[in-house]
């Protein structure tokens, strides 16, 4: 259940909702599009019902996951670090985070948008290629990557910039 400001002291100390580009709304509605294009055909035509049946569930499954994953909130509190979309969600106690550091997302490592797994072992929760922040959180197998806009600050809000640095440049040694 996720607390809301103001409900047992968690003041959020940092928010941001990341959007997908114009062109998610529009490969939506391009989709739906072509399969009432589809069926349309298909009823003129005389074609059986399940033409019909079948274009309502995909338009719908298409307008429920656009719905569902057309923005990505990411939100530090004082206690809680919590970032998804919609139904899909991840929190994680502040104090699990063991390192934070600003990552830059590509098109190459996941191989799409949404929540991917990446080609360097991380899972994403991204909407764009760009700035994000990479969070290795005690007790999970992968680090996990958010888009973000300003990874500096998310890192620097957590604590765990600096951490992460020195980490870097012992390991060099």
Request: aromatic letters at 10%; glycine letters at 10%.
């Amino acid at each position: 259940m996720r607390e809301q400001p103001g409900e047992a002291g968690e003041e959020i100390i940092y928010a941001e909702t990341i959007r997908y580009g114009i062109w998610l709304p529009l490969m939506i509605l391009l989709l739906i599009a072509i399969f009432t294009g589809v069926a349309v055909i298909a009823i003129v035509k005389g074609g059986p019902r399940l033409i019909l049946i079948v274009t309502v569930v995909v338009t719908a499954s298409l307008i429920l996951v656009y719905l569902n994953f057309r923005r990505l909130f990411f939100e530090i509190t004082k206690d809680h670090v919590r970032f998804g979309f919609g139904l899909v969600k991840k929190e994680f106690r502040r104090s699990d985070i063991t390192s934070c550091e600003p990552y830059e997302l590509t098109f190459k490592n996941y191989l799409g948008y949404g929540i991917r797994y990446g080609r360097d072992g991380t899972v994403a929760y991204n909407t764009r290629n760009g700035n994000g922040v990479k969070m290795v959180v005690d007790g999970r197998k992968r680090p996990y990557v958010i888009s973000v806009d300003d990874p500096e600050r998310v890192c620097e809000l957590l604590g765990l910039r600096a951490v992460a640095r020195f980490i870097e440049e012992h390991m060099d040694q």
